[in-house]
């Protein structure tokens, strides 16, 4: 039986122990399309071939660049690994510039890209890498398609330098290189190498709820962050079927067409779910939406494991029957678990989705952890709402002096790519300084309260948690996003997105006089004193040193590629503040 100890090893331990018909499913031209674990293999081992006649030498990078999750991936991954060769994942909405650096930084001699628009980017820097071809996954004029390789790797002759070559790696090499998004700066190049994912994918099995080969995955974040790649490995080695998503903006359609079981999601992802669900809740009228909003305010209430006594589970069952089992329909009926990542819940949509027989497991990790440091589980009472679950199984988790949480195990990169001295400041000894404060509460249950680099004084010496402030605020329907400002100054304050398509369909039903643009809605004294009304009933949640006492509401959307945020959907907060100094500057000048 095959040992998993490197990533390439998950492939072949499906083909002995759970074959699957349906091991990865890609829509193309309207009809899913299925890849079986045998013909997974083959592919891969056809891309090796072809790598080794190009001569591909151990410790090459190569690059991979696709704009959605998608059975090509994974064959490259699969492929380039058996060499020896490292699988340069890149972000794909990323500016051309970006490439150009992790391209150049990586030293990658391939590149293999999804579609047009990212070919375009890569060709308009390609003169200035070290790239000797591009390879695409679509048909593209102009640019050599990926099945060429196929076709230079059928003849298997060199089939015993492959596995010479697979022979060559060892669990602690080199697998990958993953440039983090990052807030501010160049992106960082972390090393994780195959035992890393590997061990983390093994010990985070357990806490993954799949009945083996029986499991019907949508995935749709982007592969290549370590968070989606990682539970790829987790599903293959459980055997189950993975259905990549056509795109985030058919996730709603694509369930309904395959049925998840479970997939993973972003809280802001969740957010906008949630948001969309409140909307149509607003346009019922009489009994069906007061019994509506009965049951998400039941749902606000709820807790794990009966706890609420038999009286609300009972109304619980009728909330479920009425109004919670269209929510599951649509996203497909048989979606039980989501696996959330990336930034922090709300407790109150673990709540509700939680009602509604849709258990959010909030994670907690990093790239640098290869990613998971914890996660929650609902089996065997290893859930609670708020917390991020417990240290999964080899990982241990320490709390400096300072709060800082501190990381020990398998799963700690190698280091920072051609950087010692960024990867010194961030160890000690063996353990990972995460820039996380958290704690641990007396059950082992780990709860992050904010980032380290975060925090601020205000000039009255006060301490300021920026996001424990702005979770609480997008509970607001009328909040998109909310980015806590206010360092060095003599309170905190806000710059607010609003929720431009909740407020437009509030408008039509409550308001007249109001303009629907983003900006007349950003200027519209009737937003603003509802805006303000919804700071006032959240700011009663902390002290008055930390309340928000003033803000601005910004005209346009925070988005990607508006610099806004990372394409994990994090806030770069030094990008924000310079897109909108004049706003910071009305608030303290």
């Known amino acids: 039986m095959t040992e998993i100890t490197r990533l390439f090893d998950f492939p072949y331990y499906q083909l002995e122990n759970k074959p699957n018909k349906s091991a990865f499913v890609t829509k193309y031209d309207g009809k899913w399309t299925h890849t079986s674990t045998a013909e997974y293999i083959s592919k891969a081992n056809s891309i090796s071939r072809a790598l080794l006649k190009l001569g591909v030498q151990k410790n090459d990078k190569i690059a991979v660049i696709s704009s959605t999750n998608r059975t090509e991936w994974n064959i490259i ?39 047009f628009e990212v070919l375009e980017k890569v060709r308009k820097v390609q003169a200035n890498t070290k790239l000797k071809e591009v390879y695409s996954f679509n048909h593209i004029k102009g640019c050599k398609h990926y099945s060429e390789l196929f076709e230079l790797g059928k003849d298997e002759s060199n089939q015993s330098e492959v596995e010479a070559r697979k022979d060559a790696v060892k669990p602690n090499d080199l697998a990958t290189i993953i440039y983090t998004s990052g807030t501010t700066g160049k992106p960082k190049g972390v090393m994780l190498s195959h035992w890393n994912i590997t061990s983390n994918a093994l010990d985070s099995s357990p806490r993954v709820p799949l009945v083996e080969g029986e499991n019907r ?11 989606e790649r990682l539970l790829i490995y987790v599903y293959q080695h459980a055997g189950a079927s993975i259905y990549f998503a056509e795109g985030i903006d058919k996730i709603g359609e694509n369930a309904k067409e395959i049925k998840p079981n479970l997939m993973s999601v972003v809280p ?39 706890a609420n006594g038999p009286w609300y589970e009972f109304q619980l069952k009728i909330a479920n029957k009425l109004i919670f089992s269209k929510w599951r329909e ?17 407790p109150r949509l673990a709540r509700i989705f939680g009602a509604a027989k849709m258990l959010v497991m909030e994670g907690y990790g990093l790239t640098e952890t290869s990613p998971v440091v914890g996660v929650g589980v609902y089996k065997g009472n290893g859930y609670k709402v708020g917390t991020v679950g417990k240290p999964i199984r080899n990982v241990e988790v320490k ?5 800082e949480l501190l990381i020990k195990g398998p799963n700690v990169m190698l280091g920072y790519y051609k950087d010692p001295d960024k990867t010194a400041s961030v160890m000690t000894g063996d353990y990972f300084h995460t820039g996380d404060k958290g704690e641990i509460d007396a059950k082992g249950f780990v709860k992050i309260t904010g980032r380290k680099k975060e925090m601020f004084k205000t000039s009255g010496g006060k301490y300021i948690i920026p996001p424990l402030l702005e979770n609480d605020m997008k509970q607001s329907l009328f909040i998109e ?4 400002i206010g360092e060095g100054e003599k309170m905190p304050a806000a710059l607010i997105q609003p929720n431009f398509d909740f407020i437009r369909d509030w408008i039509d039903h409550k308001q007249n006089g109001v303009g629907k643009t983003d900006a007349e809605i950003a200027k519209s004294d009737i937003v603003i004193n509802r805006i303000q009304l919804e700071i006032d009933k959240y700011n009663k949640n902390f002290g008055k040193w930390e309340q928000i006492k003033r803000f601005e509401l910004t005209p346009d959307v925070w988005s990607i590629d508006g610099g806004h945020l990372t394409p994990t959907m994090k806030m770069k907060r030094v990008i924000i503040k310079e897109i909108y100094q004049e706003l910071y500057d009305k608030i303290y000048r």
């Open 399 to 403: 709390i400096a002096e300072d709060g």
């Open 268 to 306: 802001r992802l969740l957010e906008k779910v949630f948001d969309k669900i409140m909307l149509k809740g607003e346009e019922l009228t009489g009994i069906k939406k007061s019994l509506f909003f009965w049951a998400v305010q039941l749902g606000e209430r709820w807790e794990p494991y009966g």
């Open 481 to 484: 996003q909310i980015m806590v």
């Open 77 to 115: 991954d699969i492929g380039v690994l058996q060499t020896g060769a490292q699988n340069i994942p890149i972000y794909p909405t990323i500016s051309a510039e970006d490439y150009e650096y992790v391209l150049n930084h990586s030293e990658s001699i391939y590149c293999f890209v999804s579609d």
């Open 217 to 227: 995955i949508l995935s749709f974040l982007p592969i290549c962050h370590i968070f």
């Open 330 to 346: 649509a996203l497909g009926g048989e979606l039980g678990t989501m696996v959330s990542g990336s930034a922090a819940l709300q």
